[in-house]
């Protein structure tokens, strides 16, 4: 047994990636631990900070890819969407063939979704289309720092992190595995001049690192059991603040953002 077999949450080890039992197992795990539910809700916190600055437009707020813990439990007005049906969730909807009508959409929120995209050109096709001027997508992605590109492999093995990938596509498997965790760094990244020549409707206006690194991975997240009990959440708040300015290295997570170009 390896050691992240031993760490894995008891509902979790076991359960298909890609099965629903896996879907209860996260909403079992996430109801008991305050420390991953109070990343979360920083997660959803930076989706409504970063439109309100980058973001000029009319239309839907739509998550896609919602998951456990809906962007909608902490901001009401948003659809909760996923591929996958859910009782919790409010419509199904293909990130590659959206049925919302054209210039409809105010922005799209998404919260560690993006790299499991089979074909993102079909997604960003999808944005050029249905984004309003000056509306936009938020992506919360994995980071591509040293820690965690050196973290991702280990911990995440079903879902992949290839920094060296030829192609955007991601290999085809379920809702969950065969994604690729180095997606955004390889387009927005490496290949950000293919995506600007590519999908010139779309401009990147904002690329960070996120700080609250310490309290993701001492949570365990959804997957793993906690290496400390949450009263240490305040401490390791304080601990992130500290060490914010180093996020670029250290951080799990990033965001960027995504603004259709307002037509001339």
């Known amino acids: 047994m390896s050691i992240t077999d031993w760490l894995l949450e008891p509902e979790v ?11 209860e197992a996260h909403r079992s795990v996430l109801r008991r631990k305050q420390m991953i539910r109070s990343v979360f809700d920083e997660f959803h916190q930076v989706f409504t900070d970063l439109d309100r600055k980058h973001l000029d437009s009319e239309g839907l707020l739509v998550e896609l890819g919602a998951g456990v813990y809906p962007v909608r ?3 009401p007005e948003v659809l909760a969407t996923d591929v996958v049906a859910a009782p919790h969730l409010d419509k199904v909807i293909d990130a590659g063939a959206m049925d919302f009508p054209n210039e409809s959409v105010h922005a799209f929120y998404l919260q560690n979704v993006f790299h499991h995209f089979p074909d993102p050109d079909r997604f960003f096709a999808e ?13 919360i992605e994995p980071a591509s720092g040293p820690v965690a590109s050196w973290l991702y492999p280990r911990l995440f093995a079903t879902e992949g992190y290839d920094k060296t990938a030829s192609d955007w596509r991601t290999p085809v498997g379920g809702p969950m595995s065969g994604a690729n965790q180095a997606l955004s760094y390889l387009v927005f990244d ?4 293919r995506f600007e020549a590519s999908h010139p409707a779309l401009e990147i206006v904002h690329r960070d690192a996120l700080p609250n690194w310490p309290r993701y991975l001492v949570s365990g997240g959804l997957n793993f059991r906690p290496l400390l009990p949450s009263f240490m959440t305040l401490p390791l708040r304080w601990m992130e603040s500290v060490l914010s300015p180093l996020r670029s290295l250290l951080g799990l997570h990033r965001v960027i953002v ?7």
């Open 258 to 264: 995504l603004r259709k170009r307002n037509q001339s």
């Open 73 to 75: 439990e902490t901001v």
């Open 127 to 139: 944005l050029e289309r249905t984004l309003a001027p000056g509306g936009g997508a938020i992506l």
């Open 13 to 23: 080890a076991g359960c298909p990636v890609d099965g629903l039992a896996r879907f």
């Open 190 to 193: 490496r290949d950000r001049a």
